[in-house]
């Protein structure tokens, strides 16, 4: 899927949210500058969350509790080896289950391997302008491109 600015990137966040439920993950991929908080922005948008979203890049996670349903923003960015980010993303895991929340994971490369049941978002830069999305569903069977 094409999006061109930064209002589809959000409507598009916004749009995936009304599709998840307490504890889904979300895994976002994609390199700098690409547009995952911005993403997250619209999710936390659908979940009519007040709260100002911002990239949790030196704080690892920050936790948003004012919608619908809550929300753990998670970046594994900073994070080099397997087990450190294994241990953030098993601890915020088990705070999404008590609090019934919505888990996104920005730069989830490292964890991938050990999470069963999530969302995959890819997004990359399209040729002149704009990004590409391609999403999946926990199953696999709903592709956007």
Do not use: C
């Amino acid at each position: 899927m094409f999006v061109e600015n930064l209002e589809e990137t959000l409507n598009l966040g916004k749009k995936l949210s009304h599709k998840l439920n307490p504890q889904s993950i979300v895994l976002l991929k994609g390199p700098i500058g690409a547009g995952k908080t911005s993403f997250v922005q619209g999710i936390a948008k659908g979940l009519s969350i007040s709260e100002d979203i911002t990239s949790p890049t030196f704080a690892l996670s920050h936790h948003y509790n004012s919608g619908k349903i809550p929300l753990i923003h998670l970046d594994l960015y900073r994070l080099k080896d397997v087990s450190s980010a294994k241990e953030v993303f098993f601890s915020e895991e088990e705070e999404a289950v008590q609090s019934q929340a919505i888990l996104v994971i920005e730069w989830p490369e490292l964890i991938e391997p050990v999470i069963e049941n999530f969302w995959k978002i890819e997004i990359s830069y399209a040729k002149n302008y704009g990004r590409h999305y391609e999403i999946r569903d926990p199953k696999n069977l709903l592709t956007v491109s």
